[in-house]
T-cell receptor, first 112, second 115 residues
Framework: SQQGEEDPQALSIQEGENATMNCSYK?????LQWYRQNSGRGLVHLILIRSNEREKHSGRLRVTLDTSKKSSSLLITASRAADTASYFCATEAMNRDDKIIFGKGTRLHILP | NAGVTQTPKFRVLKTGQSMTLLCAQDMNHEYMYWYRQDPGMGLRLIHYSVGEGTTAKGEVPDGYNVSRLKKQNFLLGLESAAPSQTSVYFC??????????????FGPGTRLTVT
């Protein structure tokens, strides 16, 4: 069974608006990562947040983590057409079995 | 650096045929992974390896075998292909946890169709 579940499954917004995607997971984690996948390509790592961190920034990306709710959010500010992609959260469970488990992803479409 | 490369990019198999997918990385990563991606299912971990000569099962290992004879290569084998194995296969690699880095680097994928 998959650890992470992204919400919403799909999101369409106007260029320039902010996009927010959420990820919920089931078990305690060491860290949570967000990846981007452009159509027909492999995944690209965006940002990692550790279990003892609550918020992290990278350029136009802001990630939050709430371990009490077992959830994370990815905010993309001032969206651009190039942000159109699928976004996945991935978690490393605290059981140290070396596996990274991915969610099903959110498809983000930026409208011109 | 080429990063993570996968061979082949596309393949069509008939049911019952066998094949091997090759993943190679030139970043001296300890960890390597094989995933499959199906519509609406995200990525599911098939097998992974935490070092040369070691392999472990992921979420969906049935019908697949793997080998990691060399640190830079991770092979995924299908002994008797089934239509349910039609998917896009991604290989990934990463440093070991003791290096403090968890970022996975992905290959471009192999699109496999089993008829």
């Amino acid at each position: 069974s998959q650890q992470g579940e992204e919400d919403p499954q799909a999101l369409s917004i106007q260029e320039g608006e902010n996009a927010t995607m959420n990820c919920s997971y089931k078990t305690s984690i060491n860290n949570l990562q967000w990846y981007r996948q452009n159509s027909g390509r492999g995944l690209v790592h965006l940002i990692l947040i550790r279990s003892n961190e609550r918020e992290k920034h990278s350029g136009r990306l802001r990630v939050t983590l709430d371990t009490s709710k077992k959830s994370s959010s990815l905010l993309i500010t001032a969206s651009r057409a190039a942000d159109t992609a699928s976004y996945f959260c991935a978690t490393e469970a605290m059981n140290r079995d070396d596996k990274i488990i991915f969610g099903k992803g959110t498809r983000l479409h930026i409208l011109p | 650096n080429a990063g993570v490369t996968q061979t082949p990019k596309f393949r069509v198999l008939k049911t019952g045929q066998s094949m091997t997918l090759l993943c190679a990385q030139d970043m001296n990563h300890e960890y390597m992974y094989w995933y499959r991606q199906d519509p609406g299912m995200g990525l599911r971990l098939i097998h992974y390896s935490v070092g040369e000569g070691t392999t472990a099962k992921g979420e969906v290992p049935d019908g697949y075998n793997v080998s990691r004879l060399k640190k830079q290569n991770f092979l995924l084998g299908l002994e008797s292909a089934a239509p349910s194995q039609t998917s896009v296969y991604f290989c990934a690699s990463s440093y070991s946890k003791r290096d403090g880095s968890y970022e996975q680097y992905f290959g471009p994928g192999t699109r496999l169709t089993v008829t």
